[in-house]
């Protein structure tokens, strides 16, 4: 997929093309973002982007999994047996809600939605880059509150889909659709709140 990119000069070059990849792709969507513009965004030609890239699939999936990579940085922390768990639990949806509602973050959810519409089979590669490495981070976060007893065991995929239907769901859909503001940080605290207060009520320790 990737070629030629063993010197600095080439690396340089490499790091150059994904993130005027990136920046196009976000700004103008998949199929609104030509080879030649991604060329010319670049400061390259088109013949060095096909020297580092196969074709313009391979370069919007490495460039989504780039942008990914630098989103998901931050994940739920690894729980300990005397962490405060409803403290860390509130931490760890605050650094989804962060993550979710960064401007990139909703330029990809638009740009997932106009692949999948298409059937693009695209669509399955940037999910599984984005969308379900949180899935995965939520769900290890799940077992470890399990095994220290802050939560019950259960099925761990089950308790992901609560939480983020508690603390995205309709709400979410419509900042997408462009019909409801971001939530302030005093509204974001608000849902937090409300979201660990409902889990808890199906998967604590005495419910």
């Given at each position: 997929m990737q070629m030629n990119v063993g010197r600095p000069k080439d690396l340089e070059k490499h790091k150059q093309i994904l993130l005027a990849a990136r920046n196009l792709f976000l700004k103008q969507g998949y199929h609104g973002s030509s080879m030649n513009q991604i060329a010319q965004e670049a400061g390259v030609t088109k013949l060095t982007i096909y020297n580092h890239f196969q074709d313009k699939a391979s370069l919007f999936t490495c460039a989504i999994e780039l942008t990914c990579e630098s989103l998901m940085a931050t994940r739920p922390f690894e729980l300990q047996a005397d962490s405060n768990f409803v403290e860390a639990f509130a931490q760890a949806c605050q650094i989804a809600l962060n993550i979710v509602y960064l401007p990139e973050a909703v330029k990809l959810e638009h740009l997932l939605i106009e692949l999948a519409a298409e059937q693009n089979p695209l669509a399955l590669q940037f999910y599984n880059a984005?969308?379900?490495?949180?899935?995965?981070?939520?769900?290890?976060?799940?077992?470890?509150?399990?095994?220290?007893?802050?939560?019950?065991?259960?099925d761990v995929e089950q308790q992901r889909l609560l939480l983020l239907s508690l603390l995205l769901g309709l709400r979410h859909l419509e900042i997408l659709l462009g019909v409801r503001a971001i939530p302030t940080p005093q509204q974001q605290q608000e849902i937090i709140q409300q979201s660990?207060?409902?889990?808890?009520?199906?998967?604590?320790p005495n419910a």
């Open positions: 984005s969308h379900q490495k949180m899935c995965d981070g939520w769900e290890d976060f799940f077992q470890q509150a399990a095994t220290l007893g802050f939560i019950q065991a259960a660990i207060e409902i889990f808890m009520l199906k998967y604590g």
